[in-house]
């Protein structure tokens, strides 16, 4: 548990499994013989379907669906969300809309491409509530205020106050 200068505590939780991967990061590469670039937006584990991303703040805006084994390597061993793009150089990808989840704020929704010519891009999302389908936990936080820790935050950031566990 840390203290936040006094201001605050918060719960750390993280489950005995990791996952492979640094949650809200990107994964790109150069794969030969590929002609469309494939971006993938994984999340923890949980669906994206349906998910919006801008590349290149808004060159294209493109829905994020469910593809059988369109990409398969360590880090992504299930079936994948993603789409395709022709654009010749990725340098962001961020995550517009989330389909529905409006509960869902993300860690980081803008994601820096370290090789613009990569053609496989893999996302590694992190909404700050845990859902239903996630397979890990990573450095979720929950805050303790009083006798209640509350778990569940809104668009903003902000802890709901509606939902919470009573500490005893």
């Known amino acids: 548990m840390e203290n936040g200068g006094g201001k605050k505590n918060i719960l ?15 994964y790109d590469t150069l794969e030969q013989d590929r002609y469309e670039k494939l ?3 994984e999340n923890m584990g949980a669906s994206v379907h349906n998910w919006v991303i801008s590349i290149n703040d808004g060159q294209e805006i493109d829905t994020v669906n469910t593809y059988d084994a ?10 994948s969300t993603g789409t395709y793009t022709m654009i010749d ?18 860690r980081d929704s803008v994601f820096n491409i370290s090789n613009p010519k990569s053609n496989v891009i893999i996302l590694y999302a992190q909404p700050y509530n845990l859902y239903y389908g996630m397979m890990n936990i990573v450095n979720a936080e929950w805050k303790i205020k009083g006798n209640k820790i509350y778990y569940w935050r809104d668009e903003t950031g902000e802890f709901k106050k509606k939902y919470y566990l009573r500490k005893k």
């Open 70 to 79: 369109i990409f398969k390597n360590k880090l992504t061993p299930y079936a």
């Open 12 to 26: 750390i939780l993280n489950s005995n499994e990791q996952p492979g991967y640094k949650p809200n990061t990107a």
């Open 39 to 41: 971006i993938i937006v």
């Open 89 to 106: 150089s990725i340098y962001s990808i961020k995550i517009i809309e989330t389909a529905g989840w409006v509960d869902c704020m993300l």
